[in-house]
């Protein structure tokens, strides 16, 4: 089986940070997932003893407390500090961005807006910081069921398409008076998406590589289903089904920002030894 790699794939920024904060801190808890990988969680509890609690009311005090990547809520960082002064935040920069961009927005009296999930951790934190009501919204379906106001900012989880960042952009510069759009995502996952969406046009059979709580990870199977129907999404190797490569000849090989490369390499070496 031919194998060919995305030419961006794998560990972002931030979240090579964030392991290696998490590693100088053996023994340490992560307040919530610090990624969204349970594999290279599972391998950081095993080889450095850091543990995962999902609440603060769950550690204890005086503890050594990482904050995963996606940040944390503001009130939780708070709390936080009654409990402990030992604090090591692994927040991604390009989360810290919308967090800080969402509470000026808002002290300057515009509605924010945030084209997101939810329910995703990063989007709870960022929300936590508009001193008003946010707006989260997955698509322009859903900003029309809303009040809009005449003054709005508008910022993006880091992990979303931009092809529906600007969807919505749009939308709202058709309907409001002032709009304040700040691209908030983040510039690995666009690189890791495009070289995903090049690739699934050239081969047979796309895998793709991560946590399947993963957003961006979910991000890239999507983007690579759009132009390759065979498009499989797993966390190791063992996930393989021998199945899906009856027939096929080329494999395109893709993983999301939280995916390890010792991880990649297992997978591409067992797909590489496949006998179609």
């Known amino acids: 089986m031919e194998v060919r790699q995305a030419k961006s794939l794998g560990f972002c920024f931030g979240v090579k940070r964030a392991i290696r904060l998490a590693q100088k801190k053996p023994g340490g808890i992560t307040l919530g997932s610090l990624i969204h990988n349970p594999k290279e969680i599972g391998r950081l509890r095993n080889d450095y003893g850091v ?8 550690i204890p005090h005086d503890s050594e407390v990482i904050i995963r990547t996606h940040g ?10 009654f409990k402990t002064k030992s604090i090591t935040d692994a927040t991604c920069p390009f989360v810290t961005k919308p967090q800080q961009i969402c509470e000026q927005m808002s002290k300057e009296g515009y509605q924010v807006i945030i084209f997101g999930d939810a329910e995703h951790p990063e989007v709870k934190g960022v929300v936590s910081y508009s001193l008003t009501p946010a707006l989260v ?7 029309s069921r809303h009040d809009i106001k005449d003054r ?3 910022v993006s989880q880091t ?4 092809s529906g960042f600007l969807e919505i952009a749009d939308f709202l510069v058709r309907r409001c008076v002032e709009v304040r759009v700040f691209n908030t995502i983040c510039n690995a996952t666009s690189d890791n998406q495009e070289a995903a ?8 059979i796309m895998i793709v590589v991560g ?3 993963s957003s961006n990870t979910k991000q890239l199977l999507s983007i690579c289903k759009e132009h390759c129907d065979d498009s499989y999404l797993i966390e190791d190797e063992h996930e393989l089904e021998m199945q899906w490569f009856k027939n096929k000849k080329v494999c395109g090989v893709s993983a ?5 490369d010792w991880i990649i390499n297992n997978v591409v070496n067992q797909i590489k030894a496949i006998d179609t």
Do not use: F
Request: hydrophobic share 35%.
């Open 211 to 213: 946590g399947k709580n």
């Open 152 to 154: 709005v900012a508008l």
């Open 137 to 143: 919204v997955q698509g322009i379906d859903a900003l």
């Open 256 to 260: 999301g920002a939280s995916t390890p």
């Open 159 to 162: 992990t979303k398409k931009i």
């Open 197 to 204: 969406r090049e690739l699934s046009c050239e081969v047979d």
């Open 51 to 58: 543990s995962v609690c999902e609440s603060v009311e769950e």
């Open 72 to 81: 944390i809520p503001k009130e939780d960082l708070k709390h936080l500090r």
